[in-house]
């Protein structure tokens, strides 16, 4: 009986900790862009980075490893295109907006798990980066390379 209890109070007592948004863990820190580049991805399989190249002996750079969103024409109207689609997601925030960077906080329905998003335009090099991480857990399933893949496929063509 009390495996029982214990089987129906602790997925019960995980949504009461994510509602009250125990779930969410530390923001991102130091956001924004540093000499060129954004944070490097997360230690841990929970991250997906544009810029993995610039950290080759990172632990996690095949598994982050992803394209940044490449372009045509105007940087700025691409960039702007892409920070539409993100400010329509739903349980997403805009942290910060500035000319040519944006920092997202990405929230799961039910537990309320927070990812930081940001992009980057790369004017010179006619891309904007992307890097998009978890703030808990050790794996991401997926979520953040998926969350990637659908901004590039509801923004394109770029």
Not at 53 to 69: C, N, T
Not at 136 to 149: C, I, Q, S, T
Request: hydrophobic residues 40%; positive net charge; proline residues 8%.
């Amino acid at each position: 009986m009390t495996l029982i209890a214990i089987l129906i109070l602790l997925p019960v007592l995980l949504i009461v900790a994510g509602q009250a948004g125990l779930l969410r863990g530390k923001p991102l820190r130091p956001p924004g862009v540093t000499a060129g580049k954004l944070q490097p991805p997360s230690k841990t399989q929970n991250s997906v980075s544009s810029q993995t190249a610039l950290y080759p002996d990172h632990p996690q750079a095949s598994y982050a490893k992803i394209e940044p969103f490449r372009y045509t024409g105007e940087g700025k109207a691409a960039f702007d295109k892409l920070a539409k689609v993100v400010a329509g997601w739903p349980r997403t925030t805009i942290v910060k907006a500035e000319a040519g960077y944006l920092h997202a906080e990405c929230s799961t329905r039910l537990l309320k798990f927070t990812d930081d998003l940001e992009l980057w335009l790369d004017e010179p090099n006619q891309v904007i980066h992307v890097r998009s991480s978890s703030r808990l857990g050790r794996k991401d399933l997926g979520v953040n390379r998926a969350r990637v893949e659908a901004l590039r496929a509801a923004a394109a063509p770029l």
